[in-house]
Structure formats: structure tokens, C-alpha cells
């Protein structure tokens, strides 16, 4: 994704290429692809004060300021913490998905037929459900169990899930008109394609989120930086052009670009990754029932001595450098912003150019709509997701434990000894029980399952043991 220099094209660049004769018959079933209107929608108090200016000029200005003034609100919604900011991702990603069903119902509405934007938001609601409601029981578990409506809720979410999207299809069938059946099923898989692509990613940025906030801010900050240096490369430097979706586009601005985002990445990572509350987990705290980010950062985030290659030493002078092991990590974000990212812009120009239109939306003056502004942003938080899910998660015993809690105490103990069994076999175990006492192994073999972390062991009966040994004893250090 890389700024739109202009906002008028001429009337050939409109023309889609390599139109043929069927591209011309679905154009006479849609009747037309009525073009949204892009009206010069730059705020007058600017366009006074660059009115003597070139109109590449006065777009160089007018895109300049406006960045800057999102880079600003991007900055300060970060300061307000993590529930704002997943607040502010479920915001864009509305706005994302009325921008594009606003596109199909400009194509729709002219055949009078019914429920058409009705069942669109109808889908997303039930999408949405679906994915937050996974992410409460996955993060919120301890919340979840305590309230008795959440824990029923939580354990038939999947199925009133299903009950919720297999309502919205009946709707959709009895919605059938004839002689625009064909019409109707398109626009029945432009919902949907847009649901795939608006609310599934957004539901990964949030899911980056929880990570720690570094995984949220680093790529996309990384896609910003490329969107802007790309622009500010191509716009003094750009001769060659880059592809044809986006004549504008230049070589020179994608190289540039990349050089940059790298160098920025590395450079942000090493700020941020001193500071726990980038670093942590962003994890629900059931006692203060609030969001916490307090921990003791992983060696992700601890500066570490590396050798650096014999044939750069010559060059820079020196053998080793200290670095965070993130830095290594934002490299490989940092080329992903750069060289795949901007294909989700080529991606959107491509969208555009088939039905004629310059923007998704006039919401922003000099850059479009929010949609024109995160279709890098999207690829990018699934690359992300996916690198995490590859490179950097590891088993998580807390969840592990709280899934553990939900079962019957006969479950608990039979996984109980299992895990006893294997370790005695591994030859790992600590006396887990008073292995030399018949009668304390007797009398604790029902409360055995509750010496585990989380549970209080009870009350042992005179003389059955010799003492109750500690939770460090049991479990090691």
C-alpha cells in the first residue's frame, strides 16, 4: 500500500485492461458500475493556504499534513492502553466493511431487492460474535467460570454461533427473486469475501495484541514507515514504473522503501523492547478485573552479545554487537511490510480499477477512505499471526492448568498420576506423594489431585503423614 499521489485520473486510466466481451455482459446484468463520487473533499481552510501551489505540490502538502495528523492520533491511542486500541481496531474494521458492501450496494440497489444490506450486517454480527466469543473464553477463562450465564454461554458458543449464521442463510434463500438469481449469489460472495478479509484479520491484529503490544505496534508502524517512505522515494526519485495496476508506483520507491522500513524497524524494536509495557503479554488481571502488562520480560527482549561476520568486521570495525533477539525478529517483519505488504495495495487497485473508482470512501482528505489506508495492514497482521503461532509461541502451562480446573475430580486425578507415571519414568519426579509411607499414599489417594498449583490441599488425619510437604517440594523449583 503506498499513498495515491493524485486524486483525479484521467479518463484512459479509468478504462480497465484487457477488457473483453464478457467483462461487458456483466456489466449490462449489473446495469452499469456506478462510479462513488470523488469529489475534492480537501478541508477549504487548506486549500487556501496552498492555492498558489502546483496540484502536485498542494497534494504533496495536503497528504503530508493529514499523515501527520494520524501518526499523531496513532500515538495517542496507544498511550490510552491496550482496551482502547482493540476498541479502535473493532472501529476500522466496521468502517472497512461499509466501504466495500457500500461499493456492491451501488451496484444492487437500482434492482429494488430486498434485505440485500439487511443480511450483510446481519453476517458481520454473527461473524463477530463468533470470533470474540472465542477470544473471551480463550483469555478471559477464569471471568468465564465464575459467571454462571458467561460459563453457559461459553460452552454452546460454537453451536449458537451456527444456529446465529444459519438463520442469516435461510434469510438469504427466501430472499430469492427471480430473474436476479445470479445477481443475488454474487453479491452473496462479495459479503462473504469481504467478511474474510475485513473480520478474520482484524480479529488477528487483536490476537497480536494479546501477545504484547511490541507485536501490534512494530508491524504496523513498519507498514506506515513503507507507506510513506515508498511515496517520498518514488515522488523525488521515481523514473521507472513499478507495475501496472498502480502506474504511479516506481521501482525506486519500492527499493527505497525497503532500505528504510528495515532501518526502522530495527531502530524501533530496539527502543520498545526495554519497556515491559510493550513487551508483555497483555493479560486480564480476574483481581482488579482490568488489563495488565507487568512481567519479567522473556530473553526475547534481554540484550544478548552476537558475533558479528569476519568479512563485516574489516568494515565496521567491530567484532561483536549487543542486540535484542526481537531485532532479529523485526527484520523479517520489516521485509514482509516491504516487499509483500504493498501486493495488498496492488491487491486494492486492482479492486478499484474493476469498478471504476478512484477510493473506497472520501473519509480522509488526500488518502480516501479507512479501507484505502489498511489494505497492507490486514496481510500484514496475518503474516504476524502466523510468525508467532511458527516461530515464537511456546505451550502455555497457565491455560493448561486452567483447562485442567474445568475437569472432574476423577479426571484430574487419573491425568494426575499419568503425569506422575511419566515423570517417575523420565526420572524427573521429586517424590510426589510420601512414596515410603503405605498408609499416607492410602490416605491421600483421594487428595492427591489437589496438591496441584491452584488447589488447597485438606486437612490430613494424625500421624497419616510425617508432615505436608510444601508446593516447591512437590512441583520443584
Known amino acids: 500500500m503506498f499513498p495515491l499521489p493524485a486524486r483525479k485520473e484521467s479518463e484512459s486510466e479509468n478504462k480497465l485492461d484487457g477488457e473483453t466481451a464478457s467483462d461487458s455482459e456483466s456489466k449490462s446484468e449489473f446495469g452499469g458500475s456506478p462510479p462513488v463520487p470523488t469529489s475534492d473533499d480537501t478541508p477549504e481552510v487548506l486549500n487556501r493556504a496552498l492555492s498558489n501551489l502546483s496540484s502536485r505540490w498542494k497534494n504533496w502538502w495536503v497528504r503530508g499534513i493529514l499523515t501527520l495528523a494520524m501518526i499523531t492520533f496513532f500515538f495517542i491511542i ?3 492502553g491496550p482496551m482502547v486500541l482493540m476498541m479502535i481496531v473493532m472501529c476500522v474494521q466496521i468502517k472497512c ?13 437500482s434492482y429494488d431487492l430486498p434485505w440485500f444490506r439487511t443480511l450483510s450486517w446481519y453476517f458481520l454480527l454473527c461473524v463477530n460474535y463468533f470470533f470474540y466469543g472465542e477470544t473471551v473464553t480463550d483469555y478471559f477463562f477464569t471471568l468465564v467460570q465464575r ?39 454474487y453479491m452473496f460472495g462479495w459479503t462473504h469475501v469481504t467478511l474474510l478479509i475485513v473480520v478474520t484479520q482484524s480479529h488477528l ?46 521501482w525506486e520507491g519500492f527499493i527505497g522503501g525497503f532500505f528504510a522500513t528495515v532501518l526502522f524497524g530495527l531502530l524501533l524494536s530496539y527502543v520498545m523492547s526495554g519497556y515491559r509495557c510493550f513487551t508483555c503479554p497483555v493479560e ?35 567484532k561483536t554487537v549487543r542486540m535484542y533477539p526481537f531485532q532479529i525478529h523485526s527484520i523479517a517483519l520489516s521485509t514482509f511490510a516491504s516487499l509483500i505488504g504493498p501486493f495488498g495495495g496492488f491487491f486494492a487497485s486492482g479492486f478499484k480499477r474493476a469498478f471504476k473508482i478512484k477510493d473506497f470512501a472520501n473519509t480522509i482528505p488526500g488518502h480516501g477512505g479507512i479501507m484505502d489506508r489498511f ?9 504476524v499471526n502466523v ?50 509411607s503405605s498408609a499416607c499414599v ?19 488425619s494424625p500421624g497419616s503423614c510425617a508432615r505436608r510437604r510444601s508446593r516447591r517440594e512437590l512441583w520443584g523449583p
Open 284 to 318: 486480564f488481571n480476574n483481581d482488579t478485573n482490568s488489563f495488565t502488562v507487568d512481567c519479567e520480560p522473556s530473553e526475547l527482549f534481554q540484550l544478548q552479545e552476537y558475533n558479528i561476520p569476519v568479512v563485516l568486521q574489516s568494515m565496521v570495525g567491530w
Open 375 to 383: 489494505d497492507c495492514q490486514y496481510l500484514m497482521a496475518t503474516f
Open 205 to 250: 491484529i487483536i490476537h497480536n495484541l494479546f501477545e504484547g503490544m511490541i507485536w501490534f505496534i512494530v508491524p504496523i508502524s513498519c507498514v506506515i514507515c513503507n507507506d510513506i517512505m515508498a511515496y517520498m522515494f518514488g515522488f523525488f526519485f521515481g523514473r521507472t514504473p513499478l507495475i501496472k495496476l498502480s502506474p504511479k508506483k516506481t
Open 78 to 80: 496507544i498511550y490510552l
Open 147 to 185: 459467571e454462571e450465564p458467561l460459563r453457559i454461554l461459553s460452552k454452546y458458543h460454537r453451536f449458537i454461533s451456527f444456529a446465529l449464521y444459519l438463520t442469516g442463510f435461510c434469510m438469504f434463500v427466501l430472499s430469492l427473486v427471480k430473474k436476479h438469481y445470479r445477481l443475488q449469489f
Open 442 to 460: 492410602g490416605a491421600n489417594r483421594e487428595s492427591e489431585v489437589l496438591q496441584l498449583p491452584g488447589f488447597l490441599p485438606p486437612p490430613l
Open 97 to 109: 466493511f461499509h466501504e466495500i458492501i457500500t461499493i456492491g450496494y451501488n451496484v444492487y440497489h
Open 387 to 436: 510468525y508467532i503461532a511458527s516461530f515464537i509461541r511456546g505451550p502455555n502451562p497457565s491455560k493448561l492448568i486452567q483447562q485442567f480446573l474445568t475437569l472432574r475430580p476423577d479426571q484430574q486425578l487419573h491425568i494426575f498420576n499419568t503425569l506422575k507415571a511419566h515423570l517417575v519414568d523420565k526420572g524427573n519426579t521429586q517424590s510426589v506423594v510420601c512414596a515410603t
